[in-house]
């Protein structure tokens, strides 16, 4: 469905609302019995009725995201209000809610709840959510409520998601999905049925499309059965954490030449790799998978201060799940806690991946590295003992290893 055409459709929602109906975005069969609107809710008994009456999602994504008092919090496609005005409750006087919607009807449904619920601290926003009309590192939490399957651009939604965040925030929000083997006939048949899911992703495409965007921690728990491949949804994750004025996001090809800076400097200090000189651009990305590297940037001026990156360890089957990393930071930057902000995130991202294991090879005397690695529970499994001979002097290598606990087991 075309954004205008959506647009439209939920205006006129709204509009009926307004008169006082009850309204359905779904089959009415489908609404009452599937766990949409407010049913999909446990406690409402502090809204106004008007605000419940108009409630369109499929699940509470106000309990999954662990909102706290004084956060700022954004909801992406915020309709009549019920999830905006839960939320505006949980974060209190001193934090703030913010509902982002495309039709100014349902902006107009939600003050007018807001109103009769007697709540301040919201701000309503009209556009699109393509397009979220914030600055970056603006919220400490995204939440949605059915609404993302309806875009035609969802990675351009969760890229969006993933700039309003600040470093740490989360994304917690109520979706449908449809199952990976889902085919067109049977997806026709489950939108003609149920009436509103059409655009909505297979689990795994959902994944990836976090993933690209830099999200780590992902979770994806189905929540209700609606048949034919249909379920709802809570969609889970979180964007890197890092110290104030930095994040963490994917490395990408604008990044070459201080990515291949940082990596050189590194070599210059004779602590980092038996390699002298740093790989073209070209080299580099070969030998990396795309979907493991990261960079940490100054948020600013987008200057880079540090990375991390994987390749496999080998192409055989067996070792699908086994990488080797190599962690690089600024010179000017190091004892700021940036290697070990990239190393977490850079784990995580590593088990959303499916990867059980993470080996890297460190020189015995590179004491700095050797402690970041086993405080976050990499261990020696063995000493490769003077491998490689480097500016004159033979040198040993231990290998390090990191077995995931959630990845494998």
């Not at 602590?271 to 030998?287: D, I, K, L």
């Amino acid at each position: 469905m075309a954004h205008d055409e959506v647009v439209e459709r939920y205006s006129g929602l709204a509009r009926a609302a307004l008169d006082g109906q009850v309204i359905a975005d779904c089959s009415t069969d489908e609404f009452a019995q599937g766990g949409f609107g407010a049913a999909g809710y446990d406690d409402l008994g502090t809204l106004p009725e008007g605000a419940v009456r108009a409630g369109l999602g499929c699940g509470d994504p106000v309990a999954v995201a662990e909102l706290r008092a004084g956060e700022t919090v954004l909801d992406l496609g915020s309709g009549g209000g019920i999830d905006l005005l839960l939320s505006a409750r949980r974060v209190g006087p001193h934090g703030k809610a913010y509902g982002l919607d495309a039709s100014s009807d349902m902006l107009t449904l939600a003050r007018r709840n807001a109103e009769q619920a007697g709540v301040r601290n919201v701000e309503f926003l009209h556009g699109a959510i393509e397009r979220v009309p914030l600055p970056d590192h603006a919220v400490d939490a995204v939440i949605s409520n059915c609404v993302i399957n309806l875009s035609s651009d969802k990675a351009a939604v969760l890229a969006e998601a993933f700039r309003v965040l600040r470093p740490g925030g989360r994304f917690g929000v109520s979706d449908v999905v449809v199952d990976s083997d889902l085919d067109p006939v049977q997806r026709a048949t489950a939108e003609q049925r149920i009436g509103c899911v059409a655009g909505a992703l297979p689990v795994e495409e959902y994944r990836e499309l976090l993933t690209r965007a830099g999200f780590v921690g992902i979770r994806i728990t189905l929540s209700a059965d609606h048949g034919d491949g249909v379920h709802s949804a809570i969609v889970q994750a979180t964007k890197p954490a890092i110290g104030p004025g930095l994040e963490i996001r994917p490395m990408r090809a604008a990044d070459a030449t201080q990515v291949l800076a940082i990596y050189q400097a590194g070599l210059d200090t004779g602590q980092a790799s038996f390699e002298t000189t740093a790989p073209s651009w070209e080299g580099f990305a070969a030998g990396k998978l795309p979907h493991l590297r990261y960079v940490a940037a100054d948020t600013e001026t987008g200057e880079v201060v540090g990375w991390v990156a994987a390749s496999l360890l080998s192409a055989r089957p067996v070792y699908a799940g086994v990488v080797e990393h190599s962690i690089y930071v600024h010179p000017g930057c190091q004892a700021h806690g940036i290697g070990r902000a990239l190393l977490r995130a850079f784990i995580a991202a590593s088990e959303d991946a499916g990867v059980w294991t993470i080996q890297s090879g460190i020189f015995g005397d590179n004491a700095p590295s050797l402690s970041l690695h086993q405080a976050l529970g990499f261990r020696v499994v063995g000493t490769r003992e003077r491998i490689g001979c480097h500016h004159g002097t033979w040198r040993d290598v231990l290998l390090m290893e990191r077995r995931s606990a959630v990845t494998g087991t």
